[in-house]
């Protein structure tokens, strides 16, 4: 189920000229996108109706299920399908790539952190840009958190349903980082600069609802329901597919800042279900690796064109095998 790399790539290609093919194959094809629907470009404006159009979902998703309108199953779902655009939003936004002013930004990151009810944006940020620095390290706490590197089993299987039992690895992440800054390196600093112990309460207790809720739930309590259908299951559900993606999208083990050998596609057709529910991560977001400041919009349009280039120049896909690996890249 691997594809290979193409088997008429020049053997004398190096990983440096690939990776530069495959970035100048991206940015042609961003370009000629926007050529054809300039609509596009208009970052802000996009990104905006994106937000808007997230929130009124929800909402509607709520408010139906509330009176009766729409059933259980179908309002977890639009819950989960709206979060995954605010999620592909806050990572874009960690990256800068639209909403310039800072209170709005901040706003919309607040609303982004109690939808999905998990680690706030700006501690995400912080482990989001040094995955980009370190990525598939010992010290990549970002994808650490979510798996990558573990071998299958329950604990690997919980991290996936419940991400807070993956704090259990912190200690071991602080030491390798440690070990990174005695080889040079400067330390990266995650804390927050103020209002720190805020956060941590809010994250905390972000933490805590699932099992006050499956608790009530079994206890026979009113609001415990509505708690599970609204908040509880479709995060747990969305979290579970982003992170399997995710984590399994990406190799460890690799050489250091080496961009080409850092990620895989995920889009065999047995995956398109977990696909659905995260915006199609595992098959697009090895383009981000090589083009980081694409929106999310165009990133996905992109990739039916640029797949064959990915493959061509030594992008693995599909590459099942590297899950019973621990995401180790094969031989």
Known sequence: MTAAPHPDRATALTQSQATRRIAVALRDADRRLLEEHPMLGRTEAVAWTFFWGAVAALAACVYAWSVGALGTPWTILGIILAASVLHEMEHDLIHDMYIPNRVARNAVF????????????????????????????????EERLIGMGQPWGPFRLLMTIYPPVAIVLKPGLRRAIDRRVEEGIRRPDFRH????????????????LPIVGVVGWFQGAA????????WVLPNTIRHAAIATLSANSH?????????????????????????????????????????????????????????????????????????????????
């Open 193 to 208: 600069p103020r209002f720190k112990y805020f956060f941590h309460g809010i994250t905390g207790v972000l933490a805590l």
């Open 110 to 141: 607040t609303v982004i952190w109690l939808v999905k009810a998990t680690i706030d944006p700006w501690t995400r940020g912080r482990w989001h840009r040094w995955h980009h620095a370190v990525s598939g390290q010992e010290e990549d706490i």
């Open 223 to 230: 609001w415990a329901w509505p708690l599970l259908v609204l």
């Open 251 to 331: 190799y460890t083990g690799v050489e250091r800042g080496v961009v080409i050998e850092q990620n895989q596609i995920l889009d065999h057709p047995l995956l398109w279900p977990l696909a659905a529910l995260c915006w199609n991560f595992g098959a697009t977001h090895v383009l981000h690796h090589f083009l980081v400041r694409q929106p999310f919009w165009r990133r996905t349009l992109i990739f039916s064109r640029v797949r064959e280039v990915l493959v061509f120049n030594g992008v693995p896909a599909n590459d099942f095998a590297s899950i019973w690996r621990a995401n180790r890249r094969g031989a």
